[in-house]
């Protein structure tokens, strides 16, 4: 079951929470293309950049409930 979590992730965030997956690029630093040029943030790594936002907002809520 997938739950439909409120989070948004822009290409900032997902450069900032992960790194990627595609181009190896690591946390903190914009995607490159195989020509060592900068990149849009790749698909791969946004939608990993969405999951861990995810991850996050679960345990923030987790917290918020558990006390
Ligand atoms: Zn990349």
């Not at 903190?28 to 861990?52: D, F, N, S, W």
Request: glycine share 4%.
């Amino acid at each position: 079951m997938s739950e439909q979590l409120p989070v948004n992730v822009n290409l900032e965030d997902a450069v900032k929470l992960v790194s990627c997956p595609a181009c190896n690029a690591p946390r903190g630093e914009q995607c490159k293309t195989r020509g060592g040029r900068l990149a849009p943030v790749h698909i791969p790594r946004y939608e990993a950049a969405k999951a861990a936002k995810a991850d996050q907002y679960r345990l923030e809520r987790w917290n918020r409930e558990c006390h």
